[in-house]
C-alpha cells in the first residue's frame, strides 16, 4: 500500500523558512521522479518543483526560484522542500507526488506565510 507522511508545515513570518518533508513507502521510491505541488484556495494545484530519480536534475516554478530548494534522500525514502524568504503568496496546501510507471499524491500540509 502506498503512503506519505507529510511534515514541516505551519506558521512561518514573512521572510521566514520552513523545511517540508516527505517520506514515501508502498513503492520503488528511488526510481521515481519526487514533485511539489501547491494549491491557493479556490484555485487549481500548482506545480512548484521537481526532482528526478536518477539523474539528480530539478525544476522550479519562476516564483520560488532562489528561495525554495528540492532534495531527496532515497536511503530515507525522503523528498524535501527546503523554502526560504517566505511570502504571503506562499501560503497554500502543499502536496508532494510520485511519478514513474504510476502516480502517486500525498494528502497535502498546510504552510501559512503570515506577520
Known amino acids: 500500500q502506498v503512503q506519505f507522511v507529510e511534515s514541516g508545515g505551519g506558521l512561518a513570518q514573512p521572510g521566514g523558512s520552513l523545511t517540508l518533508s516527505c517520506v514515501g513507502s508502498g513503492f520503488p521510491f528511488s526510481s521515481y521522479t519526487m514533485t511539489w505541488y501547491r494549491q491557493f484556495p479556490g484555485k487549481e494545484r500548482e506545480w512548484v518543483a521537481h526532482i528526478h530519480a536518477t539523474d539528480p536534475g530539478t525544476s522550479y516554478v519562476d516564483s520560488v526560484k532562489g528561495r525554495f530548494t528540492i532534495s531527496r534522500d532515497n536511503a530515507k525514502n525522503t523528498v524535501y522542500l527546503q523554502m526560504n524568504n517566505l511570502k504571503p503568496e506562499d501560503t497554500a496546501v502543499y502536496y508532494c507526488?510520485?511519478?514513474?510507471?504510476?502516480?502517486?499524491w500525498g494528502r497535502g500540509i498546510q504552510v501559512t506565510v503570515s506577520s
Open positions: 507526488k510520485a511519478a514513474g510507471d504510476k502516480s502517486y
